[in-house]
């Protein structure tokens, strides 16, 4: 057996691998470890099979290494040790290997297609809110991805937002946009969280409103809502805790039509169709209109 | 009233309107611009509320105040109902704050009809103007084109928007007449010929001014009048041929506070909304005709998907191997859809493609297996006949009875 030893980051490996397909290596006699930034750099050593240095360039695919790379970001035990595996099996000539349909290729085609759907979760399901703090960012938000996208996703935001300043911070790292460039911290600075998750500010009361008015309860539909919006990013959302409490509201009702009860509740108005003077709008109604 | 009780009362009155994409826009970007706002082609969905549907866009009405009396619409202006307006500048903070919070994509801004037909849409331009042209927004803009409105203002609404849309709301002339008293087919087709010419313009000259981008929609309401699934189908094509609409959505009726007696009060036919969504997919992506699915009067099957109905009424062109078969013929397969048969032509240039393979691709195996031959199945011939198949296959089994 060979321990491969790296930083954990995507660069750190491919060098390794690129190392032990030289050496000819194959798949099931690699163990992988990984140690992030903060660990010594291959510190514990490098890999003991004995070097023998190939004089044969290794060819893969380009797309190969970009396919590789995106699934790196999966976050699961043996996120490496397939990379490697179809690593070794395509630059052995079995290009199958980097196909959904093959016994690897549908494993890694999964973890490429759970990651696309987290930087798309990151996408619709973060929420910025102003920050008021002195020399602070515009704007700041708290998210909980499941995988490693947070770097390679957030340029998004940097296309949306023009000149404001921005700052997003997870569970284990974190990015701040300064108007200008993006700046990653593999492990998300203390004060950066602690700006992300701030109470809510009074604005959301306008978002949550227009949450509420836009459902319609005679179409309750809740395992359609789970599919698409997981019930773990929930909690973070503002109008997170508003969902249960319209669930519920909805189905007490047994709402045949779907009004909102708050618009319900309130006095209504009909319009008096009139065929003579110009009228404006505000509670009356102009000229009549052609039949 | 306070700007949060106009925001109740006009999100509420907006939400009959199924429309909510927010793709097809070309890329734009606002970074280290002044303004705000990016659109990238694709749509994002940026909450989902209880009733399954996305938020995209911030879906309001201007006013509800409407001098037109649909008969299936709750801002119909015999309804009862409490009535707001915003003024643009309100439309246009509530859009550029919910949009830096990152709550929305952009904006769907639609009326009732208010003083004039023209009066209304050049109120709904004004708001697009003022955030294009004052705020630099570059997220997207559906705008409901007022089909009685005078068609030059058309060309001034494709400036700002990025999507168009008239709403034939019913698929047929008779019903307009019965349930839209003041809505006329002749001026709502007018009004997509408008649209549909200001797109063409755009795209055959060079350099010319942008144009709907994204192009245009329409929606027609299911279940408020008789009207079966094969006319709706069938209207749904013709309006794609003509027009080159994007899509066209269809609404299941939504039983109204103090409905008239003119429209069904009952529960919605959401499953029938369901079957046809799944037919119009075939329309569009999978190059079925109307009358393929349909080919008389009548409603598709609820207890099956239009693409199994299509596949065991007909038999012959099934099983098709998985080996040799056109890929368009696969993606007809029930269970295997376009990318999935991309998938299999891709494999077998590699290799045969067995049957293990078709389940990686996670298919729908069991839809499947009876009309698909790989190197190492082949379906058994008992058993297989249409009318037992559709019984396995059913979504809703038929409940046994007891004696």
């Not at chain 1, 190939?54 to 790379?69: K, M």
């Not at chain 1, 809740?222 to 599919?227: D, H, M, Q, T, Y």
């Not at chain 2, 559709?390 to 089994?397: D, F, G, K, N, V």
């Amino acid at each position: 057996m060979v321990s491969a030893r790296f930083d954990g980051s995507f660069a750190g490996w491919r060098q390794a691998a690129r190392e032990l397909l030289q050496q000819g290596v194959t798949a099931d006699q690699v163990t992988w470890y990984s140690h992030d930034g903060d660990t010594d750099l291959f510190a514990a050593g490098t890999p003991c099979a004995t070097p023998h240095l190939a004089t044969t360039a290794i060819r893969v695919p380009r797309q190969l290494l970009n396919l590789l790379e995106s699934a790196a970001r999966y976050r699961c035990a043996d996120r490496w040790s397939l990379l490697y595996r179809v690593l070794w099996r395509v630059s052995h000539g079995d290009r199958s290997a980097m196909l959904a349909g093959d016994a690897d290729g549908s494993e890694l085609h999964k973890r490429l297609k759970a990651v696309r759907r987290e930087a798309h979760h990151l996408h619709a399901f973060l929420r910025f809110q102003p920050c008021h703090v002195e020399n602070g960012p515009d704007f700041v938000a708290w998210h909980e991805p499941a995988h490693d996208i947070l770097h390679s996703a957030s340029g998004h935001f940097a296309e949306r937002m023009g000149q404001h300043s921005w700052l997003i911070a997870t569970p284990q790292d974190g990015v701040y946009w300064d108007g200008q460039r993006l700046q990653h911290q593999q492990h998300c600075p203390q004060e950066w969280q602690q700006l992300a998750q701030a109470p809510g500010d009074e604005g959301q009361q306008l978002w949550l409103a227009y949450y509420g008015s836009t459902f319609n309860p005679a179409r309750l539909n809740r395992s359609v809502l789970e599919n698409n919006m997981p019930v773990r990013f929930w909690k973070n959302l503002p109008e997170g805790p508003l969902i249960p409490q319209l669930m519920s509201q909805a189905r007490a009702g047994a709402q045949r039509d779907g009004q909102a009860q708050a618009v319900a509740q309130r006095s209504g108005k009909i319009i008096r169709y009139r065929n003579d003077s110009e009228q404006t709008p505000s509670g009356s109604v102009g000229p009549g209109l052609p039949r | 009233m306070q700007l949060i009780d106009k925001l109740t009362v006009l999100a509420d009155a907006a939400k009959y309107d199924v429309s909510c994409a927010s793709s097809g826009a070309p890329k734009r970007s606002s970074k280290g611009k002044s303004g705000l706002g990016a659109t990238n082609g694709m749509g994002i969905c940026h909450s989902f509320t209880p009733d399954g549907r996305c938020v995209a866009l911030l879906k309001i009405l201007l006013t509800n105040f409407c001098l037109y009396d649909c008969q299936y619409c709750v801002n119909r202006r015999s309804s009862d109902v409490p009535r707001a307006r915003f003024t643009p500048v309100e439309v246009v903070t509530l859009t550029l704050d919910f949009y830096r919070r990152n709550c929305i994509s952009g904006l769907f801004l639609s009326s009732g009809i208010i003083r004039s037909a023209d009066y209304t849409m050049e109120q709904l331009i004004r708001v697009a103007k003022l955030l294009r042209e004052e705020h630099q927004f570059r997220g997207y803009i559906h705008l409901k084109t007022i089909p009685d409105a005078d068609p030059l203002l058309i060309p001034e609404a494709g400036r700002y928007a990025d999507r168009l849309s008239v709403n034939i709301e019913l698929p047929t002339e008779s019903s307009l007449i019965r349930l839209a008293p003041e809505k006329q087919v002749g001026t709502i087709k007018q009004a997509m010929h408008s649209i549909h010419q200001g797109e063409s313009e755009a795209r055959a000259e060079k350099g010319a001014p942008r144009f709907a981008p994204a192009g245009q929609s329409t929606q027609m309401i299911v279940g408020a009048d008789d009207t079966d699934d094969s006319t709706i189908l069938h209207t749904a094509q013709s309006l794609y041929g003509a027009y080159r609409l994007r899509r066209v959505y269809y609404s299941a009726f939504s039983p109204i506070p103090h409905s008239p007696k003119t429209v069904p009060f009952e529960a919605p036919p959401l499953l029938r909304e369901h079957r046809l969504y799944q037919a119009d997919f075939l329309l569009r992506g999978y190059g079925f005709q109307a009358g393929e699915l349909l080919s008389g009067p009548g409603n598709l099957a609820l207890d099956i998907d239009p693409k199994l109905a299509w596949a065991l009424a007909n038999r012959e062109h099934f099983p098709v191997d998985l080996n040799r078969a056109e890929p368009s013929l696969i993606a007809r397969v029930p269970g295997i859809g376009v990318l999935s048969a991309k998938r299999l032509v891709a494999l077998r240039r590699h290799k045969r493609i067995r049957f293990e393979d078709v389940s990686r691709l996670r298919c729908a195996l069991e839809k499947a297996k009876p009309f698909i031959v790989t190197q190492d199945y082949r379906p058994l011939q008992a058993g297989n006949e249409s009318q037992v198949l559709r019984q396995q296959l059913s979504e809703t089994p038929a409940q046994m009875v007891l004696w």
